[in-house]
């Protein structure tokens, strides 16, 4: 069982930058074998995908939505994954979850394995 935790939400304005990060209760070699992603959902509106990191950090996805303003990242010696968002936009507001598993495509396609709780990033214009 890989239990996740978002932190690092918060409110900004418009232009401005959040760094998310998502810790999970592993051991740092069982976490190095996961693929981790992460997603956003806004009030209204279904789960949408917005990036996601191979296992060794080696390879990087992302949404169109957020690419070149948005960098994921791992530390896998610290259990965790992070999520750097720049030129924050308010239609980037929403809750942001962090997912894990061994299989790249599930990453993608939201059906993960497992899945944190979230945290609310609110982007004011």
């Known amino acids: 069982q890989v239990q996740l935790v978002e932190s690092g939400g918060g409110l900004v304005h418009a232009g401005g930058s959040l760094r998310l990060s998502c810790t999970a209760s592993?051991?740092?070699?069982?976490?190095?074998?996961?693929?981790m992603g992460w997603f956003r959902q806004a009030p209204g509106k279904e789960r949408e995908f917005v990036a996601v990191?191979?296992?060794?950090?080696?390879?990087?996805s992302y949404a169109d939505s957020v690419k070149g303003r948005f960098t994921i990242s791992r530390d896998n010696a610290k259990n965790t994954v992070f999520l750097q968002m720049n030129s924050l936009k308010p239609e980037d507001t929403a809750l942001y979850f962090c997912?894990?598993?061994?299989?790249?495509?599930?990453?993608?396609?939201?059906?993960?394995?497992?899945w944190g709780r979230g945290t609310q990033v609110t982007v004011s214009s």
């Open positions: 997912a894990a598993d061994r299989a790249r495509d599930r990453v993608v396609a939201g059906r993960a394995d497992y």
């Open positions: 592993v051991s740092w070699r069982t976490f190095s074998s996961y693929t």
């Open positions: 990191i191979s296992f060794a950090g080696s390879s990087t």
